[in-house]
C-alpha cells in the first residue's frame, strides 16, 4: 500500500490548508486512517484520525479547528486545517493501520506545513 500525502506548504498565521492522502493497493477491513506531525526536536503525534466505521479522534490541539474526514470509495483522507497557528508548524505525515483483528500499519512521506506569524 502507498500513501501520497499532499496541501501543504506555507500560510500565514490565521489562515487555512487542506491535506490530502490518497492510499492506492488493498486496505482491508477495519481500519483507522489519520493524520501525523513532527515539527523539529519532537516525537511524531497523532494529530486526527477517523476509523472506517466513522467514530473520530482528535488531539486536543486539533479540536476546534481541524476537521478530519475519508472517502472509503476513494481510499482517501483529508485534513482541513483552519485558524493555523505557528505552533502547527510540523511536517504532517498520513497514516493507515488496521483495527483489530487487523495488523497493518502503513505511513505516507510527509508533507511539510509551515505557518509563519
Known amino acids: 500500500v502507498h500513501l501520497q500525502a499532499s496541501g501543504g506548504g506555507l500560510v500565514q498565521a490565521g489562515g487555512s490548508l487542506r491535506l490530502s492522502c490518497v492510499a492506492s493497493?488493498?486496505?482491508?477491513?477495519?481500519?483507522?486512517m489519520g493524520w501525523y506531525r513532527q515539527a523539529p526536536g519532537s516525537q511524531r503525534a497523532l494529530v486526527a484520525q477517523?476509523?472506517?466505521?466513522?467514530?473520530?479522534t482528535y488531539a486536543d490541539s486539533a479540536k476546534g479547528r481541524f476537521t478530519i474526514s475519508r472517502d472509503n470509495a476513494k481510499n482517501t483522507v483529508y485534513l482541513q486545517m483552519n485558524s493555523l497557528k505557528p505552533e502547527d508548524t510540523a511536517v504532517y505525515y498520513c497514516?493507515?493501520?488496521?483495527?483489530?483483528?487487523?495488523?497493518?500499519?502503513?505511513w505516507g512521506q510527509g508533507t511539510l506545513v509551515t505557518v509563519s506569524s
Open positions: 497514516n493507515v493501520k488496521g483495527a483489530p483483528p487487523y495488523v497493518y500499519n502503513y
Open positions: 493497493g488493498s486496505i482491508f477491513g477495519r481500519n483507522h
Open positions: 477517523v476509523t472506517s466505521s466513522g467514530p473520530i
